[in-house]
């Protein structure tokens, strides 16, 4: 897949997620540079209370800095028996400058003696140009939340979500590959290369990747989980929240 000429700045400040999204991309997009957030860009002070908002709230800022395109995302787990959540809040579920370990911790103690513990991870993506002009994908695995941390690998709720066609394993206890291939945010990076290449040849700019079910069909989205279909996004207003990197 080509896209000529286009250079996108990543919004995220987690090197983490800079490094996955980096990975993924390089496959199945060629002729676009991804360049790193520069280091002088303060963070973004998440005050959306959807995926869809924060990453806009992120790509918006990048944009008003560089002058460029960037590209953005949010990610959340939304857990059948949190009524959804942590689902935005999910990178700071154990307060503001929690770790990885402090919101894996919370997830389980919230689940201790639960017996649904299915989950899902969801992904929205988007770019957004100078010209205001915004492209949107998205993407989602189903699976379940594992009675303790498990595998070496990945990062954030990676040790405990166990993922759909994934035998049984956690995401850290798979490759970086394996991870991708199944993942929501493989999906929706993957859906989002796709509305870059059909926004060049003129075509739709927003499509929502299939779930876990190989048919996309039969899925049983939390509670309180967004809309199945993208809906714009609308920055939401930064008068309150508090800042995460993401």
């Not at 897949?1 to 490094?19: I, Q, S, W, Y």
């Not at 990975?23 to 005050?47: C, D, F, H, K, N």
């Not at 307060?95 to 990885?100: D, I, L, N, R």
Request: with cysteine; glycine share 14%; proline share 8%.
């Amino acid at each position: 897949m080509t896209v000529e000429r286009l250079r996108l700045v990543l919004a995220t400040a987690n090197p983490d997620k800079a490094a996955e999204i980096t990975q993924m991309l390089s496959g199945i997009l060629s002729g676009v540079e991804l360049a790193p957030r520069p280091e002088w860009v303060p963070e973004v002070v998440e005050t959306g209370t959807t995926l869809e908002a924060n990453a806009a709230l992120k790509a918006l800022a990048l944009v008003a800095a560089t002058g460029e395109a960037a590209l953005a995302d949010d990610t959340g787990l939304e857990v059948v028996a949190l009524g959804g959540g942590p689902g935005a809040w999910s990178s700071r579920f154990a307060g503001p400058g929690a770790t990885y370990a402090d919101n894996v911790t919370k997830l389980l103690a919230e689940l201790e003696g639960v017996g649904d513990r299915s989950a899902r991870f969801r992904t929205v993506a988007l770019v957004t140009f100078p010209d205001g002009h915004q492209l949107q994908a998205e993407g989602q695995v189903e699976g379940c939340i594992s009675a303790a941390p498990r595998g070496a690998g990945g990062f954030g709720y990676d040790p405990v979500f166990v993922p759909e066609g994934g035998g049984g394993r956690t995401f850290a206890e798979m490759t970086p590959s394996e991870k991708n291939g199944l993942s929501h945010r493989g999906r929706a990076f993957r859906a989002l290369a796709m509305v870059l290449k059909g926004s060049s040849a003129g075509q739709a700019t927003a499509i929502r990747s299939p779930g876990a079910h190989a048919n996309g069909e039969g899925h049983r989205p939390p509670a309180s989980a967004a809309p199945s279909s993208p809906a714009p996004v609308t920055p939401a207003p930064s008068t309150t929240g508090s800042p995460t990197t993401t």
